[in-house]
């Protein structure tokens, strides 16, 4: 593997100048690249071989022509990998593998993340791109990095110490479980940053409390996998560890980080993120809360539009930080918002069907209520003045695609919560 680090400028507050260029550079530079990352996949990725069939890849260059190709999304990853008839076992979607292949075109390890959905990590040094988060995040040369991520099956151990080698840290493997060893290996190790979940940090150091072991050297972390509440940024913060979180996934590498600026997340320069939403592939305006779809441009595995399954939304304005990056609100919730009602499954991709069946509707919300038993569904559509018959026809294309009954309320344009819910389950259950 290997594991040279840049050389850096240790007092700089940015990892390169990608960050600090110009927001017109930027989108001349991504979409060039977006055009030669599409015919790469076409022309070696069987999947996208297939998906994006009759797509001349010299036109996409714009990111409207992005959001016209199609949105692919876990489950399709999943489904694609279990196909008997796939090409390999990342179902044809990544560009490396294992046997008699050239070594340019070589993995370099094999990853499984719950599903199970195989990931492949290619050779090239920071392959996961994590390194621009752990330098926002403090992290430097010369740095003993304890890293509290799985390092079995799952990538994440070896995309955080990817990224830690790029910088030129030690890491030290500490992995998941086993709190009291890992107390111990701090207090004799003594790390300057942690590495992990935010919860896994503040077990570690209320065991440390508990134990009546000083841990003075851990003075910064990088965390990510879960919720990071500004309420336990605080808590740590009261106890010396300055931590910040990346966002980032397994089949993606980094998306999102944080910087000083503690305002949203900045996007990695290695990715275009595109707010859709959920249920379609329809890019919303800047603030709208949607599903985070992404297009890497890592060549070893080309994701074109995945769907991540999270909901986020665009903040205005340039990062305080001096990186000049959009930002995203970070983590807010799932867009997988699929409900049974009264036995049948309604997903977000009908109700946006529904809504685009009636071109007056700006904007739908089903909410499910009721009691167990007793379902009851209310469409909300946001629309402009009172559409004679709308009501109804609406009750009939709900009928048609649901196969269920609802209620229809007509709203005020803006009107409906802007949480990137599509369907909202309010039923009690207990």
């Known amino acids: 593997m290997k594991t ?17 260029r110009s927001a017109e550079q930027r989108e001349r530079a991504l979409m060039s690249a977006l055009s030669a990352q599409v015919a790469h996949a076409q022309a070696h990725a069987a999947a996208f071989t297939q998906s994006l069939a009759g797509v001349d890849a010299a036109q996409v260059t714009s990111r409207a022509a992005l959001a016209r190709l199609p949105v692919i999304r876990k489950h399709e990853l999943l489904e694609r990998q279990r196909d008997a008839s796939a090409p390999d076992v990342f179902g044809g979607f990544s560009t490396i593998g294992w046997g008699m292949r050239p070594a340019a075109q070589r993995a370099l390890r094999v990853f499984a993340s719950p599903g199970p959905i195989y990931e492949p990590e290619g050779s090239s040094t920071d392959y996961w791109r994590m390194a621009r988060a752990l330098y926002a995040a403090g992290f430097r040369a010369g740095d003993l990095v304890h890293n509290s991520f799985s390092y079995h099956f799952t990538p994440a151990g070896a995309m955080m110490e990817s990224g830690a080698f790029a910088i030129g840290c030690t890491v030290f493997p500490a992995g998941t479980g086993q709190t009291e060893q890992q107390v111990h290996a701090m207090a004799a190790l003594k790390p300057a940053g942690y590495i992990g979940t935010p919860s896994f940090l503040k ?19 990088s965390v990510g996998g879960e919720a990071f509440p500004p309420s336990l940024r605080d808590w740590f ?18 998306i999102a ?20 939403r959920p ?53 807010m919730g799932r867009a997988d918002q699929t409900a ?89 259950y207990e």
């Open 340 to 428: 049974k009602v009264r036995g049948m499954f309604v997903h977000p991709a009908q109700v946006a069907e529904i809504a685009r069946r009636h071109p007056e509707v700006r904007k739908a919300r089903l909410v499910v209520s009721g009691e167990m038993a007793n379902d009851r569904m209310l469409l909300s559509v946001e629309v402009e003045g009172t559409p004679e018959g709308l009501a109804a026809r609406l009750a009939e294309t709900v009928r048609e695609v649901t196969k269920l009954r609802s209620e229809i309320a007509l709203c005020a344009t803006g009107s409906l919560p802007n949480d990137g819910k599509v369907i909202e389950d309010a039923r009690r």
């Open 237 to 254: 913060t009261e106890r010396g560890v300055i931590t910040y979180q990346s966002y980032g996934t397994a089949d993606l590498g980094l």
């Open 257 to 276: 980080y944080e910087t000083t600026a503690r305002e949203g997340l900045v996007l990695d320069e290695g990715v275009i993120v595109e707010i859709v």
């Open 203 to 221: 077990i570690i150091l209320e065991k440390a409390a508990e134990s009546r072991i000083a841990l003075p050297s851990l003075i910064k972390a």
């Open 279 to 331: 249920g379609t592939g329809n890019p919303l305006p800047e603030g709208e809360v949607g599903e985070v779809v992404v297009t890497t441009l890592n060549p070893a595995y080309p994701l074109i539009r995945f769907g991540t399954g999270d909901l986020s939304a665009v903040l205005p304005g340039p990062c305080p930080s001096g990186r000049s990056n959009t930002r995203i609100k970070g983590w």
């Open 4 to 20: 040279e680090a840049r050389t850096l400028n240790p007092d700089s507050p940015h990892y390169d100048a990608l960050e600090t």
